[in-house]
């Protein structure tokens, strides 16, 4: 399977590129091909450095290249970015993609982080980028609440639960698969694509939570 990974040279990108390169190859994808390049280098050096060999390759194209050859799509890209980046790439994709988003809409204010959903009353990060979906059902919602720094370090025991959302069956299935991948990570249904402003808005309790408490990276994890 292949995965690709928009704006996969930020934090989250990377951290699923060394996670995943495990057991499948992954194109690391950038508005700039040059930088797509670069960081799947660093990240394939980091994994040979962590694992001695793994399975797949990690390549950097730009992102276009990367939406149009993914079995797999991860939109790694901030909230603000949805319309520029969905616009362009979505209708693109093959048919059968299934397509992940773990966009949290956030802010920082004075007060703490926010939900940029309730305090803008915009639409979820979910119902945002089903408008440019050529199949809608193909998108599932999840990774909202994992740290980047847990994620890019699998040294790290994450032991957390990982809310998932979407509207068919088999693209929830071959998400929960890649979450369970991911050692000690378990996949959690909350229910449809329309619920995930549920999960979306765990993010910044979370990181409210991690502030004024001075915690390390929290995660959630029901029982
Ligand atoms: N960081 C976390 O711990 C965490 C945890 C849970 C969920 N999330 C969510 O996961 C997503 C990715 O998080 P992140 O921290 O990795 O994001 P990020 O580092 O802020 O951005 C990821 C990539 O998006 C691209 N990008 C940035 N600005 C852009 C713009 N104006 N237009 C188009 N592309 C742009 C950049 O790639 P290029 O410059 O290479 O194109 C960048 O490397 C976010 O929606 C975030 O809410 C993050």
Sequence with gaps: ?????????GGMGKGFAIRWC??????????EATKADEAAKEYASLA???????KGKIIGKDNLAVAKESDVLVLSIPYENIDAICSQLLPNTKD??????????????DAGFEF????DKKPSAFELVQKYMRNKSNLVSAFHTISEKKLLDPKLVLDSDIFVCGDNDSSINIVNELIKEIKNLRPILLGPGSLSYLAETATPILLNAMIKNKMKNPGIKII
């Excluded at 040979?48 to 793994?54: A, I, M, V």
């Excluded at 059968?96 to 204010?109: H, Y």
């Excluded at 940029?116 to 305090?119: E, G, N, V």
């Design 96 to 109: 059968e993609c299934v397509v992940i988003s773990p966009i949290v809409p956030l802010t920082k204010t």
């Design 1 to 9: 399977m292949k995965i690709g990974i928009i704006g996969g040279t």
């Design 116 to 119: 940029i959903s309730f305090k």
């Design 48 to 54: 040979s450095k962590e694992y001695g060999s793994f």
């Design 22 to 31: 495990q057991n499948h190859d992954v194109m690391i994808g950038s508005r």
